[in-house]
Each structure stands twice: as C-alpha cells, then as structure tokens.
C-alpha cells in the first residue's frame, strides 16, 4: 500500500541559522491528493524537494508504502524513489518532440511498449493528434500537459506538483487544474502538491494540509470532498506526529 508518511522533518539549508522544516508530519494513504497550503517561505517547496529526495533530513524519515526514503542513515537517490515531479517550470527538452518527450523516463523499456505508453498517456491527457510537435510549437498549456504525461509514464507510486499551473493564464489554468484532478482521480494517483491559491487547492486535492512555520498546523477534507462533489470515502487521517 503506497502510503506517504511524512514522520517529523527537518530540513535546515546550509548556512541558515534555523531549520525551514521543523517537525513537519502528515499520512497521506493510497490514491488520494492532498494540497499543502501555507504563506510564502513557510517550508512547501522544500518539503516537496525532500520527499523527491534533493534535500538531506537533518531529522525524522520519510516512508513510501513502508520503504523508509529518507530517514537515520538512510537516503535513496531521487531515481530510486518511485515519485513522480511536476513543476512550475515546464521543462520539457526542446529537440524531443511531444511523444519523445512523454517517453523519456521509458528509455529502458522495449520499443513496444514504449509507444504503447505514450499513446496511452497521450490519449490521457488529451493530445494524442499532437505526438509529433515540438515544444515549441506546443501551447503552455500543452506544454505542461505533455509534462504531466512525462511524469506518469512510468506509473509513479507518488506524483509531486509543486505550482504546476503558476506559470500559465488564468483561463488555462483553471481549466487545467479540473482536468489534472480528473486524471489523477482516474488513475487512483497518489499525489502531493503545492499551491499559493486556496481555490485551486479546494478543487484539487481531497486534502488540504496548512503549514505555518515548518510544520502542519491543520489537516481537513477539501471543500469537493467534504460535500461529496468528489468521490472518495473520507476516512479519518491523524495527523503521524500532532
Ligand atoms: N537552497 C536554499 N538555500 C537556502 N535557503 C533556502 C533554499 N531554498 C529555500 N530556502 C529558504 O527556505 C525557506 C522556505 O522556502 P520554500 O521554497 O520551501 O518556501 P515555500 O513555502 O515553498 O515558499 P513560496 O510559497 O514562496 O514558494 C525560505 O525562507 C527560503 O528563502
């Protein structure tokens, strides 16, 4: 059971005299998407990059489906996590046309079965008759759904969104982010992300998390789930480390 246990963090940057995460925890089960919300500089970012592995804990661990990632002695390398990412910046390659883009972390994979993923997550994300452009002739928003299929091609056990859709107008956005929330809500996909707008938060995740400080100081239903909008049994999720 792919479970995110996020067990009293701390993370501290070099050369900062306090820690930014200190005593961050939450339980995030199967399937589900939570939202972590939280004033500016309050530490989400950085929680995201040390699930995804680029920032050392100074203290507690973090555990996917029971594999402790990072913890006392332990910190696999990011590859070797399971966890799929999806930033503001959309980072495609710009001499890898879309469906070569979506197939970048299928490398290893038999030619066949490569292209009958990125057809598959092409066809998911709703640009299949574009396989063949290029970045740049990609709008933002197509751009960052290509980003999306890139970051789920390989079936990741936990998808990171950090502002996936700060970058576009508001239009694109919002329509956007009911899209991603359907296919994430499809595919059963765990998911964490980050935001600074409390709407886009109510109307992805099932789960909204408040940080103030480096910790978690409130864990709620979103507003979707709570009025059954969303589909998802709310069970209750104490909080690992209240
Ligand atoms: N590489 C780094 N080195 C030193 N300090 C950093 C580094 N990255 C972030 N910080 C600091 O850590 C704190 C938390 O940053 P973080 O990006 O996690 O916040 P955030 O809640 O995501 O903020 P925002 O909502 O503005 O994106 C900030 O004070 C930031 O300046």
């Known amino acids: 059971m792919t479970t995110l246990v996020l067990d009293d963090l701390h993370v501290r940057y070099a050369n900062a005299a306090a820690p930014v995460l200190r005593g961050l925890s939450l339980t995030l089960p199967l399937g589900r998407v939570a939202c972590l919300l939280g004033p500016s500089g309050c530490g989400k970012s950085t929680a995201l990059r040390a699930i995804a592995g680029f ?20 910190h ?20 890898l046309d879309a469906a070569a883009n979506a197939g970048f972390g299928l490398r290893r994979w038999t030619r066949d079965a490569r292209e009958r993923r990125v057809r598959e997550l092409l066809a998911l994300v709703g640009l ?14 197509q751009q960052q759904r290509i980003a999306l299929a890139r970051a789920l091609a390989p079936s990741p056990r936990l998808l990171l969104l950090d502002e996936p859709f700060s970058n576009l107008d508001a ?6 982010a009911t899209e991603v929330r359907g296919i994430l809500r499809g595919a059963g996909q765990t998911a964490l992300m980050v935001t600074h707008d409390p709407d886009e938060a109510e109307t992805m995740a099932d789960w909204i998390g ?9 864990w709620r239903p979103s507003r979707a789930a709570a009025s059954g909008e969303v589909h998802c049994p709310i069970d209750p999720l104490p909080l690992a480390n209240p």
């Open 55 to 74: 920032e050392p804990l100074a203290a507690g661990h973090i555990a996917l489906g029971g594999e402790v990632l990072s913890g006392p002695g332990v």
């Open 76 to 95: 696999l390398a990011p590859e070797r996590r399971g966890v799929g990412l999806l930033f503001q910046e959309i980072a495609l390659f710009p001499h």
């Open 128 to 141: 299949d008759a574009l396989a063949a452009r290029m970045p740049h002739e990609l709008s933002g928003g």
């Open 171 to 176: 239009a694109t956005r919002d329509g956007l």
């Open 210 to 218: 408040v940080m103030a400080g480096g910790r978690l100081v409130e």
